[in-house]
Protein backbone atom coordinates (compact mmCIF):
# COMPACT_ATOMS: atom_id res chain seq x y z
CA UNK A 1 0.00 0.00 0.00
CA UNK A 2 1.33 3.35 -0.77
CA UNK A 3 3.10 5.34 2.12
CA UNK A 4 0.49 8.88 2.12
CA UNK A 5 -1.36 10.71 4.41
CA UNK A 6 -4.33 9.13 5.10
CA UNK A 7 -6.21 12.18 5.40
CA UNK A 8 -9.17 13.82 4.43
CA UNK A 9 -10.24 17.36 4.98
CA UNK A 10 -14.16 17.63 4.91
CA UNK A 11 -15.82 19.85 3.23
CA UNK A 12 -18.91 22.50 4.02
CA UNK A 13 -18.06 20.88 7.72
CA UNK A 14 -20.47 23.53 9.44
CA UNK A 15 -23.17 23.67 7.04
CA UNK A 16 -23.79 20.10 6.34
CA UNK A 17 -23.52 19.58 10.56
CA UNK A 18 -26.30 22.67 10.78
CA UNK A 19 -28.71 21.76 8.14
CA UNK A 20 -28.41 17.64 8.61
CA UNK A 21 -28.26 17.24 12.07
CA UNK A 22 -31.34 18.19 13.38
CA UNK A 23 -32.28 14.84 15.91
CA UNK A 24 -29.82 14.23 17.99
CA UNK A 25 -30.89 10.76 19.48
CA UNK A 26 -31.72 9.91 15.76
CA UNK A 27 -30.67 7.24 13.04
CA UNK A 28 -28.33 8.80 10.33
CA UNK A 29 -26.07 7.57 7.20
CA UNK A 30 -22.81 8.55 6.06
CA UNK A 31 -23.55 7.07 2.43
CA UNK A 32 -19.80 8.14 1.57
CA UNK A 33 -17.05 7.71 4.57
CA UNK A 34 -14.44 8.31 3.03
CA UNK A 35 -11.75 8.86 5.75
CA UNK A 36 -14.62 10.09 8.70
CA UNK A 37 -14.42 13.78 8.27
CA UNK A 38 -17.80 14.80 8.38
CA UNK A 39 -18.75 11.13 10.07
CA UNK A 40 -16.77 11.95 13.09
CA UNK A 41 -18.49 15.57 13.40
CA UNK A 42 -21.43 14.37 13.00
CA UNK A 43 -20.73 12.11 16.20
CA UNK A 44 -19.67 15.02 17.91
CA UNK A 45 -23.10 16.09 17.62
CA UNK A 46 -24.76 13.27 18.63
CA UNK A 47 -26.42 11.31 21.49
CA UNK A 48 -24.99 8.34 23.17
CA UNK A 49 -27.86 6.56 22.29
CA UNK A 50 -27.75 8.08 18.21
CA UNK A 51 -26.31 5.49 15.31
CA UNK A 52 -24.41 6.84 12.25
CA UNK A 53 -24.10 4.08 9.53
CA UNK A 54 -20.96 4.45 8.03
CA UNK A 55 -20.92 3.19 4.24
CA UNK A 56 -18.54 3.41 1.37
CA UNK A 57 -17.53 1.08 -1.86
CA UNK A 58 -14.01 1.53 -1.14
CA UNK A 59 -12.63 -1.43 1.17
CA UNK A 60 -9.94 0.72 2.21
CA UNK A 61 -12.59 3.66 3.80
CA UNK A 62 -14.24 0.46 4.98
CA UNK A 63 -11.67 -0.25 6.80
CA UNK A 64 -11.72 3.07 8.51
CA UNK A 65 -15.14 3.12 9.18
CA UNK A 66 -14.07 -0.09 11.08
CA UNK A 67 -11.52 1.35 13.09
CA UNK A 68 -13.76 4.36 14.40
CA UNK A 69 -16.49 1.97 15.26
CA UNK A 70 -14.24 -0.12 16.97
CA UNK A 71 -13.72 3.27 19.30
CA UNK A 72 -17.51 4.14 19.27
CA UNK A 73 -20.03 1.69 19.30
CA UNK A 74 -22.52 4.25 17.37
CA UNK A 75 -20.90 3.47 14.21
CA UNK A 76 -21.84 0.39 11.94
CA UNK A 77 -19.50 0.32 9.00
CA UNK A 78 -20.65 -1.56 5.99
CA UNK A 79 -19.03 -1.89 2.58
CA UNK A 80 -21.57 -0.71 -0.01
CA UNK A 81 -22.41 1.08 -3.08
CA UNK A 82 -24.97 4.34 -3.50
CA UNK A 83 -27.22 2.17 -5.58
CA UNK A 84 -26.91 -0.53 -2.64
CA UNK A 85 -28.30 1.67 0.18
CA UNK A 86 -31.81 0.31 0.43
CA UNK A 87 -31.03 -3.09 1.03
CA UNK A 88 -28.27 -2.52 3.16
CA UNK A 89 -30.27 -0.89 5.29
CA UNK A 90 -32.74 -3.88 5.03
CA UNK A 91 -29.71 -5.82 5.96
CA UNK A 92 -29.25 -3.80 9.13
CA UNK A 93 -32.76 -3.99 10.06
CA UNK A 94 -33.07 -0.39 9.70
CA UNK A 95 -36.55 0.93 8.32
CA UNK A 96 -36.25 4.41 7.99
CA UNK A 97 -33.72 7.38 8.86
CA UNK A 98 -33.62 10.85 10.09
CA UNK A 99 -30.57 11.86 7.36
CA UNK A 100 -28.30 10.97 4.99
CA UNK A 101 -25.02 12.15 3.73
CA UNK A 102 -23.14 12.19 0.35
CA UNK A 103 -19.89 13.65 -0.12
CA UNK A 104 -19.76 13.08 -3.61
CA UNK A 105 -17.08 11.95 -5.82
CA UNK A 106 -13.56 11.24 -4.89
CA UNK A 107 -11.05 11.58 -1.12
CA UNK A 108 -7.75 12.71 -0.89
CA UNK A 109 -6.36 9.25 0.09
CA UNK A 110 -8.02 7.93 -3.00
CA UNK A 111 -6.06 10.65 -5.02
CA UNK A 112 -2.57 10.73 -2.86
CA UNK A 113 -1.86 7.16 -3.24
CA UNK A 114 -0.32 6.26 -6.40
CA UNK A 115 -1.59 2.76 -6.80
CA UNK A 116 -4.91 3.34 -7.04
CA UNK A 117 -4.51 5.33 -10.24
CA UNK A 118 -6.74 8.56 -9.76
CA UNK A 119 -3.83 11.07 -10.50
CA UNK A 120 -2.22 12.47 -13.51
CA UNK A 121 0.41 14.20 -11.34
CA UNK A 122 1.38 10.30 -9.84
CA UNK A 123 2.37 7.66 -11.74
CA UNK A 124 1.01 4.13 -10.93
CA UNK A 125 -1.38 1.32 -12.58
CA UNK A 126 -4.21 3.07 -14.58
CA UNK A 127 -6.65 1.81 -12.40
CA UNK A 128 -9.42 4.52 -10.78
CA UNK A 129 -11.95 1.77 -9.37
CA UNK A 130 -12.91 3.42 -6.34
CA UNK A 131 -13.52 -0.57 -5.23
CA UNK A 132 -10.48 -2.40 -6.84
CA UNK A 133 -12.03 -5.35 -6.38
CA UNK A 134 -14.99 -5.42 -8.99
CA UNK A 135 -15.32 -3.71 -12.36
CA UNK A 136 -13.32 -2.94 -15.09
CA UNK A 137 -9.73 -0.98 -14.29
CA UNK A 138 -9.34 2.35 -16.68
CA UNK A 139 -6.74 0.48 -18.34
CA UNK A 140 -8.85 -2.32 -18.84
CA UNK A 141 -11.87 -0.16 -20.65
CA UNK A 142 -9.78 2.24 -22.43
CA UNK A 143 -7.76 -1.10 -23.82
CA UNK A 144 -10.68 -2.62 -25.22
CA UNK A 145 -13.33 0.26 -25.61
CA UNK A 146 -14.37 1.18 -29.41
CA UNK A 147 -12.76 4.82 -29.86
CA UNK A 148 -16.05 6.50 -30.82
CA UNK A 149 -17.01 5.54 -26.90
CA UNK A 150 -13.89 6.86 -25.30
CA UNK A 151 -14.44 10.23 -27.31
CA UNK A 152 -17.93 10.24 -26.38
CA UNK A 153 -16.92 9.83 -22.84
CA UNK A 154 -14.60 12.57 -22.34
CA UNK A 155 -17.28 14.76 -24.07
CA UNK A 156 -19.57 14.10 -22.18
CA UNK A 157 -18.19 13.67 -18.08
CA UNK A 158 -15.42 15.76 -19.29
CA UNK A 159 -16.45 18.08 -21.35
CA UNK A 160 -13.16 18.29 -23.21
CA UNK A 161 -12.67 19.77 -26.41
CA UNK A 162 -10.13 17.80 -27.86
CA UNK A 163 -11.55 14.68 -26.90
CA UNK A 164 -11.49 13.04 -30.51
CA UNK A 165 -8.23 13.40 -30.94
CA UNK A 166 -7.06 12.30 -27.62
CA UNK A 167 -9.63 9.03 -27.87
CA UNK A 168 -7.60 8.55 -31.57
CA UNK A 169 -4.22 9.15 -29.85
CA UNK A 170 -5.69 6.79 -27.25
CA UNK A 171 -6.35 3.36 -29.48
CA UNK A 172 -3.23 4.45 -31.24
CA UNK A 173 -1.12 4.20 -28.37
CA UNK A 174 -2.66 0.95 -26.74
CA UNK A 175 -1.69 -1.20 -24.36
CA UNK A 176 -2.24 2.29 -21.65
CA UNK A 177 -1.11 0.64 -18.46
CA UNK A 178 -0.27 3.57 -16.50
CA UNK A 179 -0.99 6.73 -15.25
CA UNK A 180 1.74 8.60 -16.69
CA UNK A 181 1.46 7.20 -19.72
CA UNK A 182 -1.74 8.46 -20.64
CA UNK A 183 -0.92 12.09 -18.88
CA UNK A 184 2.08 12.46 -21.22
CA UNK A 185 -0.53 11.13 -24.25
CA UNK A 186 -2.71 13.83 -23.01
CA UNK A 187 -0.39 16.45 -22.65
CA UNK A 188 0.84 15.75 -26.52
CA UNK A 189 -2.34 15.48 -27.99
CA UNK A 190 -3.94 18.98 -26.79
CA UNK A 191 -2.63 22.55 -27.37
CA UNK A 192 -1.44 24.21 -24.17
CA UNK A 193 -3.76 25.75 -22.33
CA UNK A 194 -3.13 29.50 -21.20
CA UNK A 195 -3.15 30.26 -17.75
CA UNK A 196 0.64 30.14 -16.67
CA UNK A 197 1.42 28.73 -12.99
CA UNK A 198 -1.74 28.19 -12.26
CA UNK A 199 -3.60 26.60 -15.76
CA UNK A 200 -4.96 23.03 -15.10
CA UNK A 201 -3.07 20.23 -16.32
CA UNK A 202 -4.06 19.59 -19.56
CA UNK A 203 -5.08 15.65 -18.16
CA UNK A 204 -7.62 16.94 -15.46
CA UNK A 205 -10.89 16.55 -17.67
CA UNK A 206 -9.96 13.31 -19.06
CA UNK A 207 -9.06 11.63 -16.03
CA UNK A 208 -12.10 12.77 -14.34
CA UNK A 209 -14.49 11.69 -17.11
CA UNK A 210 -12.20 8.22 -17.35
CA UNK A 211 -13.04 7.89 -13.51
CA UNK A 212 -16.77 8.71 -13.69
CA UNK A 213 -16.96 5.76 -16.23
CA UNK A 214 -14.80 3.34 -14.52
CA UNK A 215 -17.00 3.99 -11.13
CA UNK A 216 -20.19 4.41 -13.07
CA UNK A 217 -21.00 7.49 -10.86
CA UNK A 218 -23.82 9.28 -12.34
CA UNK A 219 -25.87 6.08 -12.44
CA UNK A 220 -24.61 5.55 -8.79
CA UNK A 221 -25.49 8.84 -7.45
CA UNK A 222 -29.25 8.62 -9.71
CA UNK A 223 -29.87 5.92 -7.89
CA UNK A 224 -28.49 6.97 -4.62
CA UNK A 225 -30.37 10.01 -4.10
CA UNK A 226 -33.67 7.85 -4.97
CA UNK A 227 -32.70 5.01 -2.29
CA UNK A 228 -31.72 7.88 -0.18
CA UNK A 229 -35.18 9.86 -0.13
CA UNK A 230 -36.81 6.60 0.05
CA UNK A 231 -35.10 5.56 3.55
CA UNK A 232 -36.13 9.11 5.21
CA UNK A 233 -38.85 9.34 7.95
CA UNK A 234 -40.95 12.25 7.88
CA UNK A 235 -38.53 15.30 9.01
CA UNK A 236 -35.49 13.08 7.83
CA UNK A 237 -32.65 15.00 6.00
CA UNK A 238 -30.72 14.23 2.88
CA UNK A 239 -27.59 16.46 2.14
CA UNK A 240 -25.67 15.86 -0.98
CA UNK A 241 -22.41 17.58 -2.12
CA UNK A 242 -21.14 17.38 -5.56
CA UNK A 243 -18.34 18.66 -7.11
CA UNK A 244 -19.22 18.85 -10.75
CA UNK A 245 -21.67 20.25 -12.68
CA UNK A 246 -22.99 17.33 -14.16
CA UNK A 247 -23.34 15.93 -10.58
CA UNK A 248 -25.46 19.29 -9.44
CA UNK A 249 -27.72 19.15 -12.31
CA UNK A 250 -28.82 15.86 -11.35
CA UNK A 251 -28.69 17.12 -7.52
CA UNK A 252 -30.88 20.10 -8.47
CA UNK A 253 -33.39 18.34 -10.78
CA UNK A 254 -34.34 15.35 -8.09
CA UNK A 255 -34.38 17.82 -5.26
CA UNK A 256 -36.52 20.09 -7.59
CA UNK A 257 -39.05 16.90 -8.79
CA UNK A 258 -39.91 16.52 -4.97
CA UNK A 259 -40.04 20.28 -3.73
CA UNK A 260 -41.68 21.34 -6.39
CA UNK A 261 -45.85 20.80 -6.93
CA UNK A 262 -46.33 19.15 -9.35
CA UNK A 263 -48.11 20.38 -13.17
CA UNK A 264 -51.80 20.75 -12.72
CA UNK A 265 -53.88 21.15 -15.60
CA UNK A 266 -55.20 23.85 -16.92
CA UNK A 267 -58.39 24.91 -15.40
CA UNK A 268 -58.58 22.99 -12.31
CA UNK A 269 -59.64 24.85 -9.37
CA UNK A 270 -56.66 24.43 -6.98
CA UNK A 271 -54.22 26.74 -6.57
CA UNK A 272 -50.40 25.45 -6.34
CA UNK A 273 -49.87 26.35 -2.60
CA UNK A 274 -52.65 23.56 -1.47
CA UNK A 275 -50.65 20.97 -3.73
CA UNK A 276 -48.75 18.71 -0.74
CA UNK A 277 -44.97 18.15 -1.96
CA UNK A 278 -42.54 15.13 -1.08
CA UNK A 279 -40.07 17.62 0.78
CA UNK A 280 -38.83 21.26 1.11
CA UNK A 281 -35.66 23.07 0.41
CA UNK A 282 -33.53 23.44 3.86
CA UNK A 283 -30.14 24.71 2.12
CA UNK A 284 -28.77 25.39 -0.75
CA UNK A 285 -26.85 25.47 -3.03
CA UNK A 286 -24.12 27.03 -0.60
CA UNK A 287 -20.70 26.98 -1.50
CA UNK A 288 -17.23 27.22 0.41
CA UNK A 289 -16.45 30.27 2.25
CA UNK A 290 -12.87 32.24 0.97
CA UNK A 291 -11.53 31.09 4.24
CA UNK A 292 -11.93 27.48 3.86
CA UNK A 293 -10.71 27.91 0.28
CA UNK A 294 -7.85 28.77 1.46
CA UNK A 295 -7.23 26.11 3.85
CA UNK A 296 -8.67 23.58 1.48
CA UNK A 297 -8.43 24.41 -2.35
CA UNK A 298 -9.69 20.99 -3.15
CA UNK A 299 -12.99 22.43 -1.98
CA UNK A 300 -13.10 24.65 -5.41
CA UNK A 301 -16.53 23.22 -7.16
CA UNK A 302 -18.41 21.75 -3.67
CA UNK A 303 -21.87 22.61 -3.55
CA UNK A 304 -23.98 21.63 -1.09
CA UNK A 305 -27.66 20.86 -1.23
CA UNK A 306 -29.96 20.21 1.29
CA UNK A 307 -33.69 18.93 1.62
CA UNK A 308 -36.23 17.50 4.34
CA UNK A 309 -38.89 14.90 3.57
CA UNK A 310 -42.21 16.31 4.34
CA UNK A 311 -44.85 14.19 6.12
CA UNK A 312 -46.28 11.70 3.59
C1 LIG B 1 -15.26 13.07 -1.05
S1 LIG B 1 -15.00 11.49 -0.36
C2 LIG B 1 -15.85 11.54 1.17
C3 LIG B 1 -15.05 12.14 2.27
C4 LIG B 1 -15.69 12.08 3.64
N1 LIG B 1 -16.91 12.86 3.70
C5 LIG B 1 -14.73 12.52 4.72
O1 LIG B 1 -14.98 13.56 5.35
O2 LIG B 1 -13.73 11.83 4.94
C6 LIG B 1 -16.05 10.48 -1.31
C7 LIG B 1 -16.09 9.04 -0.87
O3 LIG B 1 -17.25 8.50 -1.47
C8 LIG B 1 -16.99 7.21 -1.91
N2 LIG B 1 -17.90 6.95 -3.02
C9 LIG B 1 -17.99 7.61 -4.19
N3 LIG B 1 -18.96 7.08 -4.94
C10 LIG B 1 -19.53 6.10 -4.22
C11 LIG B 1 -20.59 5.18 -4.45
N4 LIG B 1 -21.26 5.19 -5.60
N5 LIG B 1 -20.91 4.32 -3.48
C12 LIG B 1 -20.23 4.33 -2.29
N6 LIG B 1 -19.20 5.14 -2.02
C13 LIG B 1 -18.85 6.02 -2.97
C14 LIG B 1 -15.54 7.22 -2.33
O4 LIG B 1 -14.99 5.92 -2.28
C15 LIG B 1 -14.93 8.18 -1.30
O5 LIG B 1 -14.42 7.46 -0.21
Same mark, same amino acid.
Not at 178 to 195: D, F, K, S, Y
Not at 208 to 219: G, K, L, P, S, T
Not at 246 to 252: A, I
Given at each position: ???TPDHHVPVLLEEVLNNLVHVTAGTYVDATFGRGGHARAMLARLDPDARLVALDRDPRAVSAAERLAAEDARVIPRKSRLSELASTLVQLDISTVDGVLMDLGVSSPQLDAADRGFSFRLDGPLDMRMDPDSGQSAAEWLNTAEEHDIADVLKRYGEEHHARRIARRIVAAR?????? *????????????? #?? #? #??????A??????????????? *??????????YAVLGPGGRLAVI?????????????FRSLTRPPALPRRVPIRHA???? *????? *? #?????????????????SAKLRVIERLAS
Open positions: MADPLETTA *ALAELVAAAVPQR #GG #G #GKAKHPTQTFQAIRMRVNDEM *AEIERGLEQASFHSLEDRLVKQYEVAT *AARDV *A #GPLAPTPMELADNPRAR
